[in-house]
């Protein structure tokens, strides 16, 4: 079993940065990649971004690419998102995931282990 943890949410302004990060409680050398989902109320969970745990490449959601960079670090377990130019409609609740295994397209229904989720508020 995989324990997610996340923080660094927040509230920030329109244009601004913010970073967040999520520890894996357990190492698992079978985790194929790690990433971000996001939830926007009365809308279905969103992709955002994931990277693969042995290789470092990345996938990015149409709507954040060029704003968004995601970064592991191995030893800590540890995956990052950090978040610039920020605008109104990426307020969110942020979730954490991991997929055990290479997937053909990365819906949220291919996840296999969920963080509680950290709260994302951007004003304009």
């Known amino acids: 079993q995989v324990q997610l943890v996340e923080s660094g949410g927040g509230l920030v302004q329109s244009g601004g940065s913010l970073r967040v990060s999520c520890a894996a409680s357990?190492?698992?050398?079978?985790?194929?990649?790690m990433g971000w989902y996001r939830q926007a109320p009365g809308r279905e969970r969103e992709f955002v971004a994931l990277?693969?745990?042995?290789?470092?490449?990345?996938w990015y959601g149409d709507s954040v690419k060029g704003r968004f960079t995601i970064s592991r670090d191995k030893a800590k377990n540890t995956v990052y998102l950090q978040m610039n130019s920020l605008k109104d409609e990426d307020t969110a609740v942020y979730y954490c995931?991991?997929?055990?295994?290479?997937?053909?397209?990365?819906?949220?229904?291919?996840?296999?282990?969920w963080g509680q989720g950290t709260q994302v508020t951007v004003s304009s």
């Open positions: 995931a991991v997929l055990l295994r290479r997937v053909g397209a990365p819906k949220a229904q291919f996840v296999d282990y």
């Open positions: 357990v190492r698992t050398s079978s985790t194929y990649s």
């Open positions: 990277i693969s745990w042995s290789s470092g490449s990345t």
